[in-house]
């Protein structure tokens, strides 16, 4: 696999945190569920993306 200029961790966190929480599907969120809710749910995509981003590494 030729090398690029972004670890493919990183990438993975980038892919797995956008996917999880874009502007649209906060927004659509934010006009259903309490704050304490929407702020578990964008932490908990957080850390799952970080979480996923340290495993790539270890992994490949």
């Given at each position: ?5 972004a670890?493919?961790g ?7 945190g ?5 502007i649209p ?5 934010a ?12 932490a ?11 495993m ?5």
């Open positions: 696999m030729p090398t690029s200029c670890a493919l990183a990438v993975m966190a980038l892919i797995i956008g996917g999880g929480t874009s599907e906060i927004t659509l969120l006009s259903i569920f309490r704050t304490r809710l929407l702020v578990a749910f964008v908990t995509i957080f850390m799952v993306a970080v979480t996923a981003g340290y790539f590494e270890l992994i490949f």
